[in-house]
């Protein structure tokens, strides 16, 4: 059974700093694209970075310059380190990942973590 657990949520004052990870378990032949997507309170998801396999990334607009997305392939691990916080960026975190088991790719979902900004 494949899981992807993540961790490094939390309150934080706007300015500061969290770096949040997420590592996948399982049977897993191959990751590809892997992801940090969020939701804030009475919003839709959306997509806040991505990296392939190869570490090509991207960022949403409202992250850019402060958000950094990494991966450790070895570990089977996504990061996520989150500079110069805001209260817009409060919100669930949810890690993404494009993968495959049994030679098929599925996508699996994290069960999320929190993230608050706030003083």
């Known amino acids: 059974q494949v899981q992807l657990v993540e961790s490094g949520g939390g309150l934080v004052q706007p300015g500061g700093s969290l770096r949040l990870s997420c590592a996948a378990s399982g049977s897993i032949e191959s990751i590809y694209d892997m992801g940090w997507y969020r939701q804030g309170p009475g919003k839709q998801r959306e997509l806040v970075a991505s990296?392939?396999?190869?570490?090509?990334?991207n960022y949403a607009d409202s992250v850019k310059g402060r958000f950094t997305i990494s991966r450790d392939n070895a570990k089977k691990t996504v990061y996520l380190q989150m500079n110069s916080l805001k209260p817009e960026d409060t919100a669930v975190y949810y890690c993404?990942?494009?993968?495959?088991?049994?030679?098929?790719?599925?996508?699996?979902w994290g069960q999320g973590t929190q993230v608050t900004v706030s003083s």
């Open positions: 990296i392939t396999s190869s570490a090509n990334t």
């Open positions: 993404n990942a494009e993968l495959s088991l049994g030679g098929l790719r599925y996508n699996y």
